[in-house]
């Protein structure tokens, strides 16, 4: 079955320490997305992908980078630059024109 | 003003109950709407498009008003399992019309 697979499910970091949470889809969706979310508090964008080899900036990039190597690819690293990166990271999916997005099931990041 | 726009509630409706939310968009270009449902600490998941014409699945209705750029979902017979958070979905102007921009949620609990 086609979905989105996001990696690890839940992931502790020590403070300075950069992490990767990986996003792998096998539904052939042009374009990915990675959004935060803090308790109690609605999704905030950080990066987005709508195309190999390119991405753009959310609301929200500081301290955050990606890479759109591979169509079905999309990781974030959480870098010792973001201050407050505990929080809900959920990555996205969808194709191209009027549909909704597909998301993966979340990584759960705590500093510690 | 925010792009799209949720009462966060939380509702508290009895069992069996009719409830309804809405939500106001600021952006008039705007094609594509949605209601995504997200349960506490899991992902959002796609409940309904929103059509023109108003459209129906089961114990839910959507509507659009183009006019008042203002939609909303009704649910009716609340069951204990439709106690979630409530996205309100729309898309943004890019060409693509692929970018959404999410509403901060409207909690529903539904009571015994």
């Known amino acids: 079955d086609g979905g989105i697979t996001q990696s690890p499910k839940y992931l502790f970091r020590k403070e300075g320490q950069n992490v990767t949470l990986s996003c792998e889809q096998n539904?052939?969706?042009?374009?990915m997305y990675w959004y935060r979310q803090d308790p109690g508090q609605g999704l905030r964008l950080i990066y987005y992908?709508?195309?190999?080899?390119?991405?753009q900036k959310g609301d929200i990039a500081e301290g955050y980078s990606v890479s759109r190597e591979k169509k079905e690819s999309f990781p974030l690293t959480v870098t010792s630059a973001q201050k407050n990166p505990t929080a809900f990271y959920l990555c996205a999916s969808s194709t191209w024109g009027y549909y909704g997005y597909t998301f993966g099931s979340g990584t759960r990041l705590t500093v510690v | 003003r925010k792009e799209v726009e949720q009462d966060p509630g939380p509702f508290n409706v009895p069992e069996g109950a009719t409830v309804a939310f809405n939500c106001t968009y600021s952006?008039?270009?705007?094609?594509?709407f949605f209601w995504y449902r997200q349960d506490c600490r899991k992902e959002p998941k796609l409940l309904m498009s929103?059509?023109?014409s108003g459209n129906e699945d089961g114990r839910f209705t959507a509507q659009l008003n183009r006019a008042s750029q203002y939609i909303s979902l009704l649910i009716r017979d609340s069951k204990l399992s439709d106690s979630a958070t409530y996205l309100c979905v729309v898309n943004a102007d890019n060409n693509a019309g692929n970018m959404l921009t999410f509403g901060g949620g409207t909690r529903l609990m539904v009571k015994p």
């Open positions: 539904l052939n969706h042009d374009a």
């Open positions: 929103v059509y023109s």
């Open positions: 992908s709508q195309i190999v080899n390119d991405f």
């Open positions: 952006n008039s270009a705007s094609q594509s």
